[in-house]
C-alpha cells in the first residue's frame, strides 16, 4: 500500500505564503514524478505543478513566478512553496505521486486566502 499525506495548508492573507508538503511511504520502487494539483468549488481539478525525479518541473501558467515546486528524493516528500498568494489559489491541494506501480493521491489540504 502506497500512503500521501499532505500538510501546511491554512487561512492565510491576500500576498502571504504557504508552504504544503506531501509525504509518500509504503511500497513502491521509485517515484516517477510528484504533482500538486488543486480543486476549487464548482471547478475541475487542476494541474498546479509537477516534478519528476530528475528535477524538471513544469508550473500552470497561472502560478509561474509565484510557487515553487521541489523534492526530497531521499525522505520522498516533495512541497510545494506558495509566495504571493491569492484569493484566487483558494482551492483543496492534492498531491499525486506516479509511481511504476501505478497513481496515487492524497487526501488534500484546504488552502483559503482570504483577508
Known amino acids: 500500500q502506497v500512503q500521501l499525506v499532505e500538510s501546511g495548508g491554512g487561512l492565510v492573507q491576500p500576498g502571504g505564503s504557504l508552504r504544503l508538503s506531501c509525504a509518500a511511504s509504503?511500497?513502491?520502487?521509485?517515484?516517477?514524478?510528484m504533482a500538486w494539483y488543486r480543486q476549487a468549488p464548482g471547478k475541475q481539478r487542476e494541474l498546479v505543478a509537477a516534478?519528476?525525479?530528475?528535477?524538471?518541473?513544469n508550473y500552470a501558467d497561472s502560478v509561474k513566478g509565484r510557487f515553487t515546486i521541489s523534492r526530497d528524493n531521499a525522505k520522498n516528500t516533495a512541497y510545494l512553496q506558495m509566495n504571493s498568494l491569492k484569493p484566487e489559489d483558494t482551492a483543496v491541494y492534492y498531491c499525486?505521486?506516479?509511481?511504476?506501480?501505478?497513481?496515487?493521491w492524497g487526501q488534500g489540504t484546504q488552502v483559503n486566502v482570504s483577508s
Open positions: 499525486k505521486m506516479r509511481a511504476p506501480g501505478g497513481e496515487y
Open positions: 509504503g511500497s513502491f520502487a521509485s517515484i516517477l514524478v
Open positions: 516534478i519528476t525525479s530528475g528535477g524538471t518541473t
